[in-house]
């Protein structure tokens, strides 16, 4: 059964006497050390810096909201609590190099996301607590949510254990940036971690887009204008994800036309099918037996050669170049 904690099941006075060092200011960053500052906790920024990092933007950013910023060697010497919120791919060595000689037995370390936990990227000492709380939500919602008084749900974990107290810890960190106001659903590294990438690579990420170009495909392959194929594979579906996002499946089915729930629903299965299925599996399992860890670890290592060159290909595509000509008629989206 599901176990879900709310703010009565949180007491954020046991971080009072605790010095927390976010390390890294980006999107989730610069949310969690804000809604922690405000708060009422101590928090200090960890960020990596040149010869005089003090005149660089981020740390005049992070003095601006309210914060101390210093290099992440610094940063985690001082702290109780590290919680680590830079890319998956270079929390490894920076934990090596500046994050790991200033931990102590007591203290804790926190992830928002299981990775290099899970597969052994980064093996934390005994003696120290290692938990994750990971708000299911992008940084600016995490911030959005919580200066309106609400916050957004999350996922909590203990890996490790050394003081008695890390999930108390986990949960009071949780209160700190406003998810147990909306719900905390308790789950491991190991599941967090295995259904986060299986749902980036499947159908967030990887699926969708894929959907998205092939279906634009089709429809310019057969003759039609490549704006109307835009509007009708790419830019319409953030109108079904909203109402699928707002109340389910059901509401979507029950919003749009009978002509469109029928089609959709008895052309969708032709679509994802079974060899869709096998795909997915396999999918999961590459994730499941550390695979796909491995290709990222080394892909990451030798500079993200496969990922520029996709990337580079990714922006070429027509879809993107008439989508680009398209959103600039449409004055209301801003992509910053």
Known sequence: MVQVYYDKDADLGVLNDKTIAVIGYGNQ???????????????????????????????????????EPMTIKDASAQADIVQILIPDEVQPQVYADSIAPG??????????????????????PDGVDIFMVAPKAPGHMV???????????????VYQDATGKTKEIGLAYARGIGCTKAGVIETTFEEETETDLFGEQVDLCGGVTCMIKAAFETLVEAGYQPEIAYFETLHELKLI??????????????LVSNTAE?????????????????????????IQNGEFAREWVLESRAGRPVLNALER????????????????????????
């Open 29 to 67: 960053g610069r949310a969690q050390a804000r809604n922690l500052n405000d708060s009422g906790l101590n928090v200090i920024v960890g960020l990596r810096g040149g010869d005089d990092p003090s005149t660089e933007p981020t740390w005049k950013l992070v003095k601006g909201d309210g914060m």
């Open 103 to 124: 931990i102590e037995a007591g203290n804790a370390i926190a992830f928002s996301h299981g990775f290099n936990i899970h597969y052994n990227q980064i093996v934390p």
């Open 313 to 336: 290909k990714e922006k070429e595509h027509l879809v993107e170049q008439v989508g680009s000509e398209l959103r600039a008629m449409m004055p209301w989206l801003n992509p910053e």
């Open 241 to 254: 994800v909203d109402l699928i996002h707002e109340g389910g499946l059901q509401r979507m089915w029950s």
């Open 262 to 286: 029928y089609g959709g629903l008895t052309v969708g299965p032709k679509i994802i099918n079974e060899y869709s299925r096998e795909a997915m599996y396999d999918a999961l399992e590459r």
């Open 143 to 157: 911030r959005v949510t919580f200066e309106g008084g609400n916050g957004v749900p999350g996922l909590l974990a």
